[in-house]
């Protein structure tokens, strides 16, 4: 069995960050951009980057809007992540790895690195800063 991967996220003028990002996730089976009202060119960016991208600007919250985004995805799995975060070729293969063998009902969580004036904030409780970002799209059963 295939299991396919949508790569989910929110954003909102964003077209600064959006090549790094999804150039990071290019190799995931569908990317999702969710825009919450962007000024800049984010839509027309995260579409000429191969992105599917909707709108929601009537923003009730960032738990509903990455709700909202979530809802449009289509693959077995989502990963959830930010306009400022990379998927590193390391944690492409720990992922690549997950869906070859998932684990039913499992959610991944990643070791996230932060970064302060380019700097990696290795010590100061800020690593590492452990994120749920993996996890099968079907709901659980009760």
Known sequence: MSNRLSVVMIAKNAADLLPDCLGSVSWADEIIVLDSGSTDNTVELARRLGAQ????????????????????????????????????????????????????????????????LGRFMRHSGWYPDRVLRLYERAPLPL
């Open 53 to 116: 991208v909707y709108t929601h600007t009537d923003w009730r919250g960032y738990g509903i809007q990455r709700q909202r985004a979530q809802d449009y995805a289509t693959g077995d799995w989502v990963l959830m992540i930010d306009t400022d975060e990379r998927v590193t070729p390391e944690l492409r293969q720990a992922i690549l790895k997950v869906l070859d063998a998932p684990q039913r009902g499992a959610i991944y969580s990643i070791a996230r690195r932060n970064y302060f």
